[in-house]
């Protein structure tokens, strides 16, 4: 069974910076694309960065330049570096691995509080 469990979530002020990590189990880890999404409050999920088995990577508009992910495939961790937060980037921080195939739905974690303060 795959797990997801995200970690590093937290309080910090405008401008701070955070370190989200998941670590994932049950899964041939450095097959799949993962990914880090948000959902702020009273808004949808929505993907702000993810990196595939083969290295590439694709940033929302809102994060690119501040945030960074990153995989240790030995590891089977992925890692999200959050520099220059602000208000807007509250939310919860869901961990995913990407669907590998047409019936394959991918997995979630059960995410992590990111909290801004002004």
């Known amino acids: 069974q795959v797990q997801l469990v995200e970690s590093g979530g937290g309080l910090v002020q405008t401008g701070g910076s955070l370190r989200l990590s998941c670590a994932a189990s049950?899964?041939?880890?450095?097959?799949?694309?993962m990914a880090w999404y948000r959902q702020a409050p009273g808004y949808q999920r929505e993907l702000i960065a993810k990196?595939?088995?083969?290295?590439?990577?694709t940033y929302a508009a809102s994060v690119r330049g501040r945030f960074t992910i990153s995989r240790a495939n030995l590891k089977n961790t992925v890692d999200l570096q959050m520099t220059n937060l602000n208000p807007e980037d509250t939310g919860v921080y869901y961990c995913?691995?990407?669907?590998?195939?047409?019936?394959?739905?991918?997995?979630w974690g059960r995410g992590t509080q990111v909290t801004v303060s002004s």
């Open positions: 995913k691995r990407e669907p590998s195939a047409i019936n394959d739905a991918g997995t």
């Open positions: 049950g899964v041939n880890f450095r097959r799949n694309a």
């Open positions: 990196i595939n088995a083969s290295g590439g990577i």
